[in-house]
C-alpha cells in the first residue's frame, strides 16, 4: 500500500479488501463519534487508525497520536516483537463464538453512512 502523509492509505479500489469485525454497540457509537468528528467517513477513519496501529512507519502527527494512545492502552507492540505462532484451535473457536454475537461491520458502516 501506499503511504502518504495524511495517515490514510490511498489505493486503488481493486486492491482493496473487505473486513467484517463484530465490535460492542458502544464502541461502534465512540468509532462513529470519532469519525464526524475528524471529518471523516467511518471507513476512512478506522483505516486511519488502524493502519497507525500496525504500521510503525506511517507518517503523521495524527498517527503519531493513534500510536501513542494504543501503547497507553497495552495494545501496541513494537513491530520487531509481534509473534506468528498460530492460536490453538479452542482459542479459536471461542473467538469465533464470540465474534458471532455481534451486528456485521457493513451494517455498522451503512449506519455511519446515513
Known amino acids: 500500500m501506499a503511504r502518504v502523509f495524511s ?3 490511498h489505493v486503488p479500489w481493486h486492491h482493496m479488501r ?5 465490535i ?3 464502541l461502534a457509537e465512540r468509532l462513529k ?5 475528524s471529518g471523516r467517513s467511518v471507513n476512512s477513519y478506522a483505516t486511519a487508525v488502524l493502519g497507525a496501529a500496525v504500521d510503525p512507519e506511517l507518517p503523521g502527527d495524527e498517527a503519531a497520536r493513534v ?7 497495552g495494545l501496541l507492540e513494537a513491530a520487531g516483537r509481534l509473534s506468528r505462532a ?3 484451535e479452542e482459542a ?3 473467538a ?4 458471532a454475537k455481534g451486528p456485521p461491520l457493513s451494517e455498522l458502516v451503512s449506519e455511519g453512512r446515513r
Open 7 to 9: 495517515g490514510s492509505y
Open 67 to 73: 500510536r501513542e494512545r494504543l501503547a497507553r492502552a
Open 86 to 88: 498460530r492460536p490453538a
Open 92 to 94: 479459536l473457536r471461542r
Open 24 to 26: 460492542p454497540e458502544q
Open 96 to 99: 469465533r463464538r464470540r465474534a
Open 33 to 37: 463519534q470519532a469519525a464526524r468528528e
Open 18 to 22: 473487505q473486513l467484517t469485525l463484530r
